[in-house]
């Protein structure tokens, strides 16, 4: 079973409206965390947001913020005001295990978004 | 802001021969990591490495692969007899440890094997 699970290959936004990018996990460890990576056209690999398993309210920064509902097992990215240099691949990745140790990321197959002027 | 650095670049390289990709985490960083992005695909784990050892290691890092820490600042990958399929993206991040802590990802080696 896919442990990250992005199902949205693409999304159009118009710019300065929000957007919602969906991410679904499985995991039975009850301690993890879910982080939230953009990748430009250029390629690199930019930390947006991250959220912690018993984290009780929901991460923001700046424009992002995290809609993360447990139960479910969903944290979606919250972009607002989208801006033309948002337009991106955004990876959903989540680390499991605790804290202090060197464990490996697990990546979404990612959302291509694009924001229309 | 410290980040994480990543050379070259680009690497072309002819099949079968060796490859090292190095990279400076940020200097107080704990936790050392490679992954790589086949063109198109999810970014996958290689290798993670803390206290001068391997941490963990995916399926994809086999015999071929290994990595160092040969000073108190470069980690490197090393890729013995590559073949056509390493052809990738490679990114090495670290972390300064703690649950909450991110990876924070250097710029990436594009490996492009002839």
């Known amino acids: 079973a896919q442990k990250i699970t992005q199902t949205q290959p693409g999304m159009f936004v118009q710019e300065k409206e929000a957007v919602t990018l969906d991410c679904t996990y499985d995991?039975?460890?009850?301690?993890?965390?879910l982080f939230w990576y953009k990748q430009p056209s250029s390629g690199e690999m930019i930390f947006l947001i991250y959220?912690?398993?018993?984290?009780?309210q929901n991460a923001t920064e700046g424009r992002y913020s995290l809609n993360f509902q447990k139960a479910r097992k969903s944290a979606n990215l919250v972009i607002s005001a989208s801006q033309l240099g948002d337009s991106a691949m955004y990876f959903c990745?989540?680390?499991?295990?605790?804290?202090?140790?060197?464990?490996?990321?697990?990546f979404g197959s990612g959302t291509q978004l694009t924001v229309l002027p | 802001e410290p980040e994480v650095t990543q050379t070259p670049s680009h690497q072309v390289t002819q099949m079968g021969q060796e490859v090292i990709l190095r990279c400076v985490p940020i200097s107080n960083h704990l936790y050392f990591y490679w992954y790589r992005q086949i063109l198109g695909q999810k970014v996958e784990f290689l290798v993670s490495?803390?206290?001068?050892?391997?941490?963990?290691k995916s399926e994809i890092f086999d015999d071929q692969f290994s990595v160092e820490r040969p000073d108190g600042s470069n980690f490197t990958l090393k890729i013995r007899s590559t073949k056509l399929e390493d052809s990738a993206m490679y990114f090495c991040?670290?972390?300064?440890?703690?649950?909450?802590?991110?990876?924070?990802f250097g710029d990436g080696t594009r490996l492009s094997i002839l």
């Open positions: 995991t039975s460890d009850p301690s993890y965390g």
């Open positions: 490495f803390y206290n001068n050892e391997i941490s963990e």
């Open positions: 990745a989540m680390r499991e295990g605790h804290s202090g140790s060197a464990r490996q990321l697990t």
């Open positions: 959220q912690g398993s018993y984290d009780q």
């Open positions: 991040a670290s972390s300064g440890g703690g649950g909450s802590q991110p990876q924070h």
